[in-house]
């Protein structure tokens, strides 16, 4: 298969904390999370954490040995919380995390993994695309504001709601009935959704961060086969410049999303073998556009969009 990958960071000047790799064979995409400015928990910082993690991913999945997903992701967060947790305070619920992503292709199918919001599209050659995402993190989120609703903003109430908000948010990571991520815990690989397609069944396989996916939704700019489209026709930087022209667009308004990091990895069939060969990938950087601060997945998303109705099927962690 042929890899492509565009990634633009979310504000002008600041580290990009997503991180997308390929090796023979494999494709890693993590989206890094953490609050901004909190050297005393971690003075490594999340673009850190988010790069060290995927490179020893990538350096497991090289060894094409064909370990199980969960079993190598597991090992890597503990080998990285291991590196740093006698000079940081990895357990607190600030410190750095990521979303994982990860697709390999392995004696003729494609085994995926797929921890907190990242996504993964895979085009079928007869069924036509379909959307894979671990759900939990936002049916959390959603459930932790819901107590925002007719607060009204600007308010020392809705300032002491959203705070509640926030601490019941970081209660409930990595806890059983709550979402799981990628930080000092290695039991959480074990909550991931991992699966596997034969590679026949597949036209081409794309991984997504969470500000890359948002062409979909909340903008509405195209559907998951629109997507498909834009990433044959034009590839992965597409995708991204157009996020950032709507957040471009969008800015003044009320409601306004904060640019997030955005990423996009594309695996497309090769006739002659099921690997992905690593002298074929190409990294674009997308053009950034400055946004007015990072994006702090702790807080909570006070104006959460409704999805727009798709044609293609998505699945979440439970596999409903």
Known sequence: MHISMATSAGKAGQPNEDFAGAVPGAVVLLDGAGIPDTESICSHGVAWY???????????????????????????????AADHRDTCDI????SPQATVAMVRAHQGRLDYLLLADSFLLLDQLDDGPRVLTDEREVTTRRTCTAALDGVVRGTPEYDRVRDSCVDALRARRNQ????????????????????????????SVALLSNGASRIVSPYGLTDWPGVVDLLVANGPAEIIRRVRRTEARTAQDPDALIPDDATVAHCTRSPRSDRLPVDAVRTREAQTRRGPRQVDRDQPDEHPGEPRRQRTFVENASGE
């Open 176 to 203: 059983p009935g709550g979402y799981w991520i990628a930080k000092d815990d290695p039991h959480a690989a074990e909550e991931a959704l991992t699966g596997s397609r034969p590679l026949d069944d597949l036209n």
């Open 91 to 94: 357990t607190n619920p600030s």
């Open 50 to 80: 988010t790069h060290r993690l995927g490179g020893a991913l990538l350096g497991r999945l090289s060894r094409d040995d064909g370990q199980d997903l969960a079993t190598i992701l597991a090992t890597a967060i503990g080998e990285l």
